[in-house]
C-alpha cells in the first residue's frame, strides 16, 4: 500500500469504526470465543508475496471484531475503563498520519510543547499547586517504576545506578494492601525485592493505618533497613480504598521520605472540586500518578506523572549522549530523560484535543452522573434477593457478593458475562471472592447502567 492507497483505505476504515461504535450495543461486551480458536484459523507463517487489500480487510472483518471484548461498549464495567472520546481517537489518527518518535524535543518539537503545556492545563484542573510540572508516560505502572527508582536513589545517593545494588542497604517501601500490583512490580524490577514492600494494614475504611505506618519505618530503621519511600493508595482497584494522604504525607515529612500517590483511577475525578476531599492533602506528595486513559477519555496509552521535583528523576533515568544532544539551540526539555523508554509517542495530542471539544464541564458532567448512577444502582441490587452489598460506592465503583458464598458468586459471574448484555470482573476482599461494578464508561446512559440490576434479576 501507498500514501494513496491509505487514503482511500482510512475513509473505509473511517467509516467501519463508525458502524462499529454504533452497533455496539448489539454485541456481547465480554469476547465469546474458546482460547486458540482465532489463532487456529490463522496461516502458520507469513505470507511471500503480498496479498490484497480487500482479503486482508476481509479477514479483519470476519475474524477480529467478533474476538474482541469490547471496551467502548456502553455496557462496560469491568476493571477500570479506557475511555477514548471520539476526539482523541482523531488525535491518534493524526499521532500516526505523522508517525514521529518524540524521543527528544528537536526530533518533535511540538510533542515536546503540546506536553508541556498539558501537564499545566492538567495540573491546574485537578487542582495542584504550581509546585507540580510533571510528564506523560505510557502507563501507570511505567510511571510508578519510574517514581519507585527516583525514591531508591536519592536514598542511595545516587550509588545504586553506578555501583549497582549488592553493596547497598537492605531497602524498604510501604505501602497499603489495596495498591495495585503495579507497586509490588515496581519494587520487584527495581532490584528492592518485593518482601521489602511492607503492607501496612488498613482501618475499617480501607485506609492504611498512619500509626502503623510510623512504627513500622521506626522499626526498620532500628533493624537496619533504609525506609526510602511511601506509595499511597487513592482508588484502590479492588474496591475503590483511598489512603488518608494528610496524616500519612505528615508522617512521611517527619521521617524525611518520599511520597507517591497511586491515583491512575479515580485522579480523572479530581476535576471535579466535591470529590477532591476524597485525596484530600494530596498536594504534599512528591509525585501524583493518574491515567487520563481510564476516567477521563483520553485514548489508551496516556498515564501523566505530576512531580514537586522532577530533577531527582531526571537525574535517576536521564542519559544525554552526544548522538541525543540538540547542537545549535538553548537548553530545551527532552521527556525521555523523565520516563524509562528512549522512543515516545506523542501522547500530549490526544489531551490538547479532549479538552478542548469537551471542555472540563462536560467531562465533569460525565463523571458525576457515573457516580450518582452508581449509588442508584447500588441502593437497587441491595433489594434484591440473595444478595450482599460488600462494599458501598467508592466514586463509582462498588462490590456486592451471594450470600450462598464463593462458588455460587463465581457462578453468577460467570452467567453475567456469558449472557453479554453486561460486563463485571471480580476481586478477593476480605477473603471473599466479590463482584466489582464500577461505572465510568464515557458514552454510558442511566438505561445502561440499570441494565445491571435487570440482568441481575434475571439470572439470580
Ligand atoms: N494503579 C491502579 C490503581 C490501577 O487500577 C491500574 C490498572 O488498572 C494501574 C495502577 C496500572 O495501570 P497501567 O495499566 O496504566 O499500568
Redesign the pocket.
Known sequence: MDHKGLKEWSKKAADWAHDYHEGLRDRPVRATLEPGSLRDQLPTSAPEHAEAMETIWEDFTSLVPDAMTHWQHPRFFA??PANAAPVSMLAEQLVNAMASNALIWQTAPAATEVEQAMMVWLRKALGLPDAFTGTIH???????LSAILTMREAALEWKGLYEGLSAQPRMRVYASGE?????DKAVRVAGIGQDNLVKIPVDDDLSMRPDLLAQAIKEDRAAGYLPIGIVL?????SVGAFDKMKECIAIAREEDLPTHI?????GSAMICPEFRELWDGAEGADSI?F?P??WLGAQF?C?VQFMRNPVDQVRTLGLRPTYLETLGTSEVTNFNEWTVPLGRRFRALKIWFLLRAHGLEDLRQRIRNHVAWSNELYGKIAQLPGIEMITTPRLSLFSFALEAGDEATEKLLQQINDDGRIYLTQTHHKGRLVIRVQVGQFDCTRDDVMMVEKVLKELI
Open positions: 476493571y477500570f505510557d502507563s501507570a505502572t511505567t510511571a510508578t495498591t495495585h500490583s503495579s507497586i493508595c487513592a482508588g484502590g482497584t497511586d491515583a491512575a483511577w479515580a500518578i491515567n486513559h481510564k496509552d498515564a
